[in-house]
């Protein structure tokens, strides 16, 4: 199977993720900031009315901001009515799907041209309202009604994985360490500090110096939030929202000379509930959406040289990094321990910070990793640029893996 | 009988026991109870009782609770693999919650919380 007409990504934007500084701007307002830099990303112009149609990804706007029917109101925000104007819901998974959905609107020969965005404004409500929203994309009849929460079905997922391949949460602790890296160069970022700095900034407070990062990440500073899961081993609440620019293939040359083309795309469903799966070590809808993902490209594993994975929590990058091929059961955690994810790694993960120091505004974070590929292969990235590459992977998740998109990208 | 709803599912919890349903046509076992076989797509399908004993496959010390949940908090809640085949959540009752672990032998029990009854286990 495939897109019987090319697409490619023409155009990038997105706001700076972050819990405070938009407090002030509601969903919409942030999806259009975003937009607006999309197409001024566009090499030779672009004016949204040349788009055939809209697509938003978003989780819950009502819950988050009291506002639904939140594509129509972005159309709107825009200028561009009346458009095909479509919301898509699969939890933290919205605009990844968004994104399959809009490619496979221009190969269907429907349009030309295509939005592709998603949003969450988040900030609203306080961090125990924000625990009930995510929980809402579990099983609320058979998981969150026991006493499972979004962290910790994580957290159960992790002691499964621990105990299965006998290994520990330092291995969280090191993709933790790594991701915030990362976020110090990358200005879009939530977090600008890495751990050590963090610990620094936090131990002045309470009058403590911690000699290295692990030694604050083990510290009371780090409270545990579902064992075996820890504050920095959870992605924060953020607002913020990411937008892209479609064009088939055929048109694409209009708009830039460097388009960044889908080569594959896949998404997937499983059970609901974690507790209807054989193996709670992986995510079997990720290994067939990436499966999907890898025929359609003619690529494997080998030939991806960035990737951008969701690590709402520490250990879903690296049963990610396992699930998407790039490395055996089991070597996840270990591969992240010796650095080979790395911003200088062989197989450099999440350079843009991911989820956990990037922010997570649920509904927009599939596209925001589109976006970190299409400045990723244009060479654009700035300062967490993986050097000459053209290959690029993503993968965004909803909830605990019950809807999973993935897309494999080339430099066009 | 009762029709395979949460309603009756929660129904058969309050009175103490765990009930799900069997295909008549390959035998699968589901927990909760569905509508549509699972593995071979079957509608014919009967109430099933599990023995509500097994071993955890998965479990988490909760102590950033949803708001149903606060007043409990620290808790222990997990993924039990049945005797049976099948798996299903609890919240781990009437032990220090970290004694809990992944392979700790537990049965079926309910915490009552109001009106509501809470799918449960202990400790064997
Ligand atoms: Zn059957």
């Not at chain 1, 001024?40 to 639904?68: C, I, K, M």
């Not at chain 1, 799907?97 to 965005?117: K, R």
């Not at chain 1, 048109?251 to 997937?268: C, E, F, H, L, N």
């Not at chain 1, 990723?376 to 300062?383: C, I, N, P, S, V």
Request: hydrophobic share 40%.
């Amino acid at each position: 199977m495939g897109l019987n007409r090319g697409v490619s990504i023409v155009g990038a934007g997105m706001t700076r993720f972050h819990n405070r500084i938009h407090m002030d701007k509601t969903g919409r307002e942030l999806f259009v900031e975003a937009a607006l830099e999309a197409a001024d990303a566009v090499d030779h112009g672009f004016r949204f009315r040349d788009a055939g149609a809209l697509f938003v990804g978003n989780f819950t706007s009502e819950v988050f901001e009291g506002q639904g029917h939140i594509a129509a109101v972005i159309a709107d925000w825009l200028g561009i009515n009346p458009i095909p104007a479509y919301r898509i819901e699969d939890a933290c998974a919205s605009s990844g799907a968004a994104l399959n959905l809009g490619a496979m609107s221009i190969a269907s020969g429907m349009t030309d041209i295509v939005v592709v965005g998603g949003v969450e404004k988040m900030s609203r409500l306080n961090t125990d309202q924000v625990t009930d929203a995510l929980a809402l994309a579990a099983d609320s009849s058979y998981e969150t009604s026991v006493g499972f929460t979004f962290p910790s079905i994580y957290a159960a997922m992790a002691s499964a994985y621990f105990k299965k391949y006998n290994t520990d949460w330092e291995q969280l602790a090191a993709v933790t360490i790594k991701n915030h890296r990362n976020c110090v160069l990358n200005p879009k970022a939530q977090f600008q500090l890495d751990i050590m700095a963090t610990a620094q900034r936090m131990g002045e407070k309470s009058g403590r110096i911690f000699k290295n990062e692990m030694e604050f990440l083990k510290s009371d500073l780090n409270p545990i939030i579902s064992s075996p899961l820890r504050l920095f081993d959870c992605c924060p609440v953020s607002d913020g929202a990411a937008a892209i620019i479609l064009a088939a293939d055929d048109v694409a040359g209009r708009y830039t000379d460097t388009p960044v083309k889908i080569m594959g795309m896949g998404q997937a469903s499983d059970t609901i509930a974690l507790h209807s799966r054989p193996d709670f070590t992986t995510l079997r809808a990720a290994v067939k959406a990436a499966e999907d993902a890898y025929k359609m490209s003619g690529f494997t594993p080998k030939n991806i040289q960035v990737a951008d994975v969701h690590d709402c929590f520490t250990i879903a990058e690296i049963v990610a990094t396992e699930d998407l091929g790039f490395f055996p059961k089991g070597q996840g955690g270990k591969s992240a321990e010796e650095g080979r994810t790395a911003l200088n790694g062989e197989l450099p993960i999440n350079p843009d910070g991911g989820l956990k120091a990037k922010g997570h505004p649920v509904g927009a974070t599939g596209v925001a990793m589109a976006y970190e590929m299409f400045k990723q292969l244009r060479g654009q990235a700035g300062k967490h640029q993986v050097q000459g590459a053209e290959v690029g992977l993503v993968h965004n998740v909803g909830a605990a893996g019950a809807s999973v998109a993935v897309q494999v990208f080339r430099r066009g | 009988m009762s029709e395979f709803t949460t309603k009756s599912f929660n129904g058969f919890i309050a009175q103490g026991k765990l009930m799900g349903n069997r295909c008549k046509k390959c035998e699968a076992l589901h927990i909760p109870p569905r509508q549509i076989c699972s593995k071979c797509g079957s509608q014919q399908l009967e109430w099933y009782e599990f023995r509500g004993d097994g071993a955890l496959a998965a479990v988490t010390v909760n102590r950033t609770p949803s708001s149903g949940f606060k007043g409990r908090c620290p808790y222990s809640v997990g993924i039990i693999r049945l005797v049976e085949g099948p798996s299903i959540s609890g919240l781990m009752a009437f032990d220090e919650p970290e004694k809990f672990k992944v392979g700790t032998r537990v049965s079926f029990t309910v915490v009552k919380d109001g009106e509501k009854s809470i799918l449960a286990f202990k400790i064997i």
